[in-house]
């Protein structure tokens, strides 16, 4: 079974600008979520999809926004770019986001952005 | 709120060496928890798990047990290989539908 894919792996843009990162979860999970890392604040949560719908969100600007397609495939969007947005954006798929024997996340290799 | 520490790097062992890395956490209720391992370059793995107290979580040699009465969740490991050079993440997920909360890692370095 494939895992969790991310496109793309590498994107540099400029302040200001907006970018698109996509996600495709195992197959069958139905449920992504987006992280972002960074050396100074390490993993923090941006934000689940469930069924079409966010389900939870971290606090992150309103310039961070996503969404989930009906096959599960999703998408983030940042807008107006800051330098502090340089990041790996890891998305991570799982089941269902409750029960114990399935709330495990998966992750993929994650989009490696760079804000010149 | 919830919250994960974990004890900091960089942790530097010879290979064979016994490696240890603590990690206790702050949740109301039952979480269930995570450690999850990051080689360089690339996004996290999952590398074991345990949703209940005194459950033990194991894979590739690593073992860690959930202990509810020191809320600890330790990783370990009998003999590292140089190959096991990675960061490690400890994590929770609240009783609930709830978000990873990571610690903030630890680094590992092996040498041969």
């Known amino acids: 079974k494939a895992g969790v894919t991310q496109t793309p792996r590498y994107l540099i843009k400029t302040r200001g600008q907006q970018v698109t990162l996509s996600c495709s979860p195992i197959?069958?999970?139905?449920?992504v979520s987006w992280y972002q890392q960074t050396p100074g604040q390490g993993l923090q949560f941006l934000f689940e999809?469930?069924?079409?719908?966010?389900?939870n969100k971290g606090n992150f600007p309103g310039r961070f926004s996503g969404r989930q397609f009906s096959n599960s495939r999703s998408e983030m969007n940042v807008s107006t770019l800051e330098l502090g947005d340089s990041a790996l954006y890891l998305c991570?798929?799982?089941?269902?986001?409750?029960?114990?024997?399935?709330?495990?996340?998966?992750f993929g290799p994650g989009t490696r952005l760079t804000v010149l | 709120g919830d919250s994960v520490t974990q004890m900091e790097g960089p942790v530097t062992l010879s290979e064979e060496a016994f490696l240890t890395i603590n990690c206790t956490y702050t949740?109301?209720?039952?979480?269930?928890l995570f450690w999850y391992v990051q080689y360089p370059g690339e996004g996290l793995q999952l590398l074991l798990k345990?949703?209940?107290?005194?459950d033990k979580g194991s894979n590739k040699g690593f073992e860690a047990t959930y202990r509810k009465e020191t809320t600890s969740f330790h990783l370990e490991k009998g003999s590292v290989q140089v190959s096991d050079s990675a960061v490690y993440f400890c994590?929770?997920?609240?009783?609930?539908?709830?978000?990873?909360?990571f610690g903030a890692g630890t680094q590992v370095v092996v040498t041969p």
């Open positions: 991570a798929s799982r089941l269902t986001p409750s029960g114990r024997t399935s709330n495990e996340q998966f």
């Open positions: 197959s069958g999970h139905r449920s």
């Open positions: 999809y469930f069924s079409e719908t966010q389900r």
């Open positions: 949740a109301t209720g039952y979480p269930s």
């Open positions: 345990a949703t209940k107290a005194d």
């Open positions: 994590a929770l997920i609240p009783d609930s539908w709830g978000k990873l909360q």
